[in-house]
């Protein structure tokens, strides 16, 4: 069984900047396709960004693009989320997701990917 666990999270003030990791563990080949994805109280999981399984495309909303940066070590199976210029609209918990097996296309949709980590907040204060 997959599992995905996310750290990284914390409170931080406008401007200021986190990297959050999701490690991946339970297959031998963990270069899965990975996303971030974002959810606040009353809203819907919004797409953050993802990437391919070798890290050579990256992909980000429009609200993130230009501030954050998605990156992966695959030898020690995890992606990072770098994030820059924080603003309060950013917070919220954050959730790693992963497509499972071999699955190369980078989806934006969270009913695309199969592995779940359980969040990690992020808050941003002004």
């Known amino acids: 069984q997959v599992q995905l666990v996310e750290s990284g999270g914390g409170l931080v003030q406008a401007g200021g900047s986190l990297r959050l990791s999701c490690a991946a563990s339970?297959?031998?080949?963990?270069?899965?396709?990975t996303a971030w994805f974002r959810r606040t109280p009353g809203k819907e999981r919004e797409f953050v960004s993802a990437?391919?399984?070798?890290?050579?495309?990256?992909y980000y909303s429009d609200s993130v693009k230009g501030r954050f940066t998605i990156s992966r070590n695959n030898s020690v199976n995890t992606v990072y989320l770098t994030m820059d210029s924080l603003k309060p609209e950013d917070t919220a918990v954050y959730y790693c997701a992963a497509r499972g097996g071999l699955i190369t296309i980078v989806q934006k949709t969270s009913g695309a990917y199969t592995y779940w980590g359980r969040g990690t907040q992020v808050t941003v204060s002004s």
């Open positions: 339970g297959r031998a080949d963990s270069r899965f396709v």
């Open positions: 990437i391919d399984r070798d890290g050579t495309n990256t």
